[in-house]
């Protein structure tokens, strides 16, 4: 596709329900990106890619946080038994091999009630 | 810790007007400065990138400074249009495979005709 996708783009979970966000990046893109942006902050990173390969999970806030990206395109990042405080906007941005500009999707918009 | 501050948090100015945005930055090793535009609910959308040779970079009516000594940037925004209403994020890259990412917390520009 012409941009990076993200699907749903609303989702409303109930406390402990779990819920698997879906990125599409950009066709080719090596480099996929998962940022948490909490309301009135910047995006703080959560996990990185390149390929298949998930080179950097440092910024995953708990083992309730699960990454894949199995096939080296479509990722999916996956919370478990959500809480209140998982609520934010999950950012996902690719990168191509050569390029130095990251592009971001429009994000999920997660609320847990 | 890597910081990246802003100001001012938010600013109000009237449509035609200039502006100028703040970036002071705590990140080490420096590689890369970028700033973002993000629309209410929408993703970041790049509008620069800077490494540590360039003092200074225009992307139409935007246009950013970079000053690596003093570890400071700013975004120059001419003759203000109402679709510049956002949140402007400046983002500094440390390098490395997740390009070491720091998100500042962004300011919130409001145009007003």
């Known amino acids: 596709g012409a941009g990076v996708s993200q699907s749903p783009r609303y989702k409303v979970a109930k406390r402990g329900q779990d819920v698997a966000l879906r990125c599409d990046p950009i066709s080719g893109h090596v480099s996929l990106f998962w940022y948490q942006q909490a309301l009135g902050q910047g995006p703080e990173f959560l996990t990185y890619f390149q390929n298949e390969a998930q080179l950097d999970k440092s910024g995953l806030p708990s083992d309730r946080f699960f990454a894949e990206r199995p096939e080296g395109s479509v990722s999916t990042l996956k919370i478990q038994r959500t809480q209140q405080e998982d609520s934010a906007v999950y950012l996902c941005?690719?990168?191509?091999?050569?390029?130095?500009?990251?592009?971001f999707g429009e994000g999920s918009w997660l609320t847990v009630v | 810790k890597n910081q990246v501050e802003q100001s001012p948090q938010s600013l109000i100015i009237l449509e035609g007007k200039n502006c100028t945005l703040q970036?002071?930055?705590?990140?080490?090793?420096?590689?890369?400065l970028r700033w973002y535009k993000q629309d209410t609910g929408r993703g970041p959308v790049s509008l620069t990138i800077m490494t540590f040779s360039e003092n200074t970079k225009s992307n139409g009516r935007y246009t950013a400074t970079l000053d690596a000594d003093t570890k400071q940037s700013s975004l120059h925004i001419t003759a203000s249009q109402l679709s510049d209403s956002a949140s402007y994020i400046c983002v500094v890259g440390a390098g490395g495979g997740a390009d070491g990412l720091t998100f500042g917390k962004g300011t919130h520009l409001i145009i007003q005709p």
């Open positions: 941005a690719s990168r191509g091999h050569s390029g130095n500009t990251i592009y």
């Open positions: 970036c002071n930055y705590t990140v080490s090793p420096f590689s890369n």
